[in-house]
């Protein structure tokens, strides 16, 4: 439980902070201590009472230490979100509202949780918990209250800042069923996708340009929305070490090739052909006729598209059968424990995997695949990241997104960080 | 029930087809008749014999005329899956697999309908119907079945193109309960989706050009997903004429503005601010404090994204306000009576409508626009496309996708179109 | 063309109504037609001129008949929202607003389409079309506009009923892309689902008595949700005589005979066993020790549960194997094109489909099946059941629900049958 | 950092761990003391090194204590997938297949993590990590490897139990951009629900026996999927002490009353009413006429229903307006800032709170409760609860299912429970 002197050089700021309750049932300690390191601060433990049993309450005081007196504010109030208080407490800072309706700026923005206030010394309670509101202390100081925003009137006490005041997190109940414990956060359709989308496109080329290997696992719906181009690009510009998929992928690839539909849809103008569902089969058969994929190339049948890329750029590929299959093309493994055996096989090195809207195919590669390896999963359908994850791929990274603008913007990105 | 023969010149193919059973009530006559008409040809009644009751058979005889005889032959097809037989009816061709596996090319494709197969002036009934599978005639010619690809024998009897062969399509069961009838086919978000941006950019290029009046709904996830740049360059370029949305999405548009987040997110590099979740309510503070939007622009406090935009291109707005919203600002109509009679004058004279990522504003909106207003609903969420279809707005057009990779894609459609 | 005129006798109301426009183009006539026949009523055709081109207007003329005066004018109101007009047009019923912010009872309720009301024998035009308003005349009888119910003031005209209105119904445009008409309502989780389980019960327990042959296709969130039970009771009491599923169902539900958890989460009290996740894997291996289900049940191993009472009743199953599985069980059927062909096999004679709770087994299940063959698909992920319609399988019923309670249902349905 | 030695004699089994690397910043520290203490043991701090850097490794020792040697291994099992490893270490137990495509029973199961095996004192590097296979030791003694069920040849030495096996769990990357990190689990809907929803009955029942306050937050599919009755039995029978809910869900409910349909479905048999889109227009036109709903219940207009039984029983409800409503009823709040108000002070006292299918008011209701308050909230849509917990309302218990279903087995819980 050392911290070496020598260190504090870098950490000039510090304070001492008191954490207690069930800290460690309530995995409270860990949230803090992850907070502080994760600020760019330090800890180091001055005291530490560890209840025994369940129920016992524990207490631990910590030095924490930052950069600077503003990083050691953010960490501060960051860790009183999850009850750390400084020891060393001062009066909560009030200043009257200036105008109806609106609060001064710097105001004590609420939590849901049981709340306090420091004024004159001591601790007053928080009427009702409500989050997104201000704070009002009455004018005999000995009352305060959770108000919003559009309800504050000119002259209330409102609290500035989060000195002074403190929170009571609610402990989780663990007895009996966890029925009320089950909920997490999630994959969020809603964050900004251009940022996301870099990021990838930054792991590919780095791993392109360290000689890493790029698995790419991918669904009929590359095709089915017009994104066969850019997927095309990434397998022509070294984006693609090896490429898993199914019947489906490849045959309605080679459907867009022999009649620029897919599934039956017009990929140039977007309508229905006449009779176009059965240029999926019509295309099988041909295929079938010729013996497989790389004899349809190499007898000048297939000249463009996703499988024709393949064979010209000798990129591996392994198309697992599943017992949705019209046909199946001559090149698909029809024996699911052969198929694993050969996934297996090319799974071997590699270093980042790109999944695109298939939730068979990814669930599939993601059982075989070390931890260590990168995985981003794409689908517009957030289920299908959650069950990767649910399943124990826990190193994926899930976008839920469009497959067509993603993998446009993926190689637009792409192509920027060539030159 | 005349036929002009001057029109005759123009279709020289003709053919007379026969259709009967509970053509009406199944719905497969209108189905012939729209397919025909929406292949280009045209027809003209011969014999029309419809049943009383929903029960009696119904039998109509048509002529069909098309411009060629390639274009016959098509119209011939896609009417022959709802029953529509040719009168003059041949035998089908047969022709010997050539080889194991594989169906001969042009082999006829298996609906999952009854199906039966003229072979030396007689029918033969199809022994097992199973979509996607080749037809199979014995050597007696007395039997035949469907066969999957993959199952054929080379010196099988292969029937080739659909001459001689007819399905009799289930017919609906309507009565009793309509449990076994409320499915439909769906949005879906598997089509080519550049084709789909492309149309709307032409729709919104043509509207502006002609003066029309583009109306813009939009959710706060415009904002979130990293989408501002695309919607302040739409208002730039004279594609929106007035806009409609809530609380959230000028708030988080403002929180942007003050603090480069987006409930709490940096837009820059995607990571949670700390603290960041209280800018929106400072940011909405802010503008209570300075008595509103306008204001806040004229100020200079308020120098960029969608509503400085608004407000500097003196596009009218209307935030309509919900019980979700925090603050709220200003500028939020709170009362949603008073925001309908707002929403319902500013909808005035609009002839294009997009809806971009928010289910209630939508509806909303929906409700108050009339039938001839083209309307288009994106949404990464398929359920918010089909609430809106669903209450009577029929004539939304649906794009499943997400949010920033459609504006960027539109967008630069439209930059492309404006040169 | 002809209408028995003995029939009239049981139809002694009629009228006589027009229909013109682009009705065949627009789907418009069929629609009319079919509302005749599905509000119990017939129709003749009059008089029928058909458009030769895409863009000329057709004019048709019917009689309608129905068997009461009420039913007729239910239909002519039906028919009337689509632009069905009698020949024999009276004037709007205009009443004043009795008062303020509501409609006298029986007002005319708007569409979004372009509407006009007959006053004094002439046609005024509707202002502005907005749906689910009422109709108010001015004083002059010169204007109408839509009213929303808040903006009436007392006195103002109302129309009521639908006598002497009518709308035009918007065409569709269909040059071009089709991007403005792929839209279609689709299945709804927002039904009555009481009703919806009890039909599916009645068609088990009819399919049953009659000698038919059910059809189960199940997932193994059969057995995650708590089902299993359910399920037993089902094979038990002779509602199951095939069933196809896949390794996950049969080790699961194994894993539940062993372990009591699923996936490693406890059927019995809800919360993760610790090593849970491993049992499913322990379970496949000991049955894989034993050389498989029917030896695990002959030998005394295997003592409850779906597999189980399939082995006991001598239930074919199928388990087709995919890419995902771990094992797999020896019973698993690990070529896809030897397990379709089983499939196929056991797909003889079922007259009844049940499929619940997965994608890949339902759609390889719809694409062996007749059109003749009942299917409900038991989702609660609103996608499957889509994808299911969209790939072919028309004649699907989806009911968009979770698994447990809708086999909780349909068990308390069917035991209530048996009585 | 004591730990009184009286404790020990409830814990009699003990063990001494390590635990080394990021542990702190890895978040692997917390979740292994959090494992302990969940699982019924007990820890003591012995030696603790934290690093002070973010990078620095960090080591920690600690006496683990449970109540049997059963439970010390359950824990010392589940912490050893953390990394955490027993000072004394012993060598892995080797067993050799006794058979071809299984293993003996106990045998390692592996993760997908970088895995050790100890074998005669030293530890060997297992060649590939790959979840949910075997791990074989080869002759040598010298190479480890995991392996599939089905590819384990008889005789090759297979690892048993954990003893003498070492996982280094990946560090997370948390440099620089977190898009390598938002991913989460989430609400599922694959839960045994039977469990889940005794929960809920009990809590319930408690809160109401304890003289709790029940807060029930509605939308109108309660009404729609003809949830109708159950909800009024849940009034009756004390479950309800306050309702919020929309225009939406009292207009529908009054409509079933008034027309038996619910936006125009039937009720009873499932079809669509001929003009039913109109019935809830026209319900709301008549409670407007009637003056509001206490109103139309004391005149007798209002016989049934949700409403009638809140006015009846007295139960306090908010509804609130917005903007998608048609109307509204007279009882709506129309002004949002004014129903925000009002629902904050019913808010006020309640220790429990049911939502079921409202997006716009779960989340409203969600801002406005403490953190101390249980949430249920119940959606057949994964992205309404996981968008509560997102804006913060995290105590909130997500039930991902069907409403008519789960509200008639918590009724039937219910009712077992009043017994």
Redesign the interface.
Known sequence: ????TE?NANFPASEQVELSGHI??S?I???V??EI????G????QD???G???RDASRVTLTVRAASNEALE?IL??IGQHGAMPLDIQDARLEPAD?D???P?G?Y?T????TEVRVDGGWIPVD?????CGLVVDDSKKFARCI????VAQGELVVIGRQGTRVH??ERD?S?????????????????????VR??AQ?MHRTRDESGKILIVAGP?VV???SRNHFSWLIENGYVNVLFAGNALAAHDIEQSFFDT??G????????A??G??HH??S???I??LGGIPQAVESGHLKSGIMYECVRKEIPYLL?????????LPDVV????????K??ELC?GVTFCLMIAT???S??TG??????V?VVCVD????T??KL??R???????V???????L??LVQDLAGLKK
Chains 1, 2, 3, 4 share one sequence.
């Open positions: 439980m050392s911290s070496s260190q460690i049932d995995l300690l860990p949230k201590l992850d390191v994760s600020l760019g330090e800890f180091e433990f530490v009472q560890i025994h049993r369940r953010e109030v960051a105008m309706g609106a609060f700026e105001f923005c939590t849901n949780e049981v009702r918990a409500e989050m997104d919003p925003m559009c309800d997190p609610v663990r009996g069923h966890d029925a009320f414990s089950f909920m997490n956060s999630t994959v969020s359709s809603e964050k900004p996708k251009g940022v996301t990021d990838i792991s719906a089915h929305t017009g897919s599934l849809i017009s990929m140039t103008h977007g309508k229905a006449e009779e569902h059965e089969l019509r099988i058969n041909r079938r006729r697992a059968g599943s017992i949705r299959d019209d046909g199946p029809t024996d699911i424990v052969e198929a694993q055996r996934m297996r071997e939730t068979l195919h669930i599939a059982n075989l695949l070390p931890a260590r990168k517009i359908n957030p289920a990241v959650t994850a649910d124990g791929t826990y190193q994926t990274i899930g839920v997104t469009d497959v067509e603008p993603f446009r913007a």
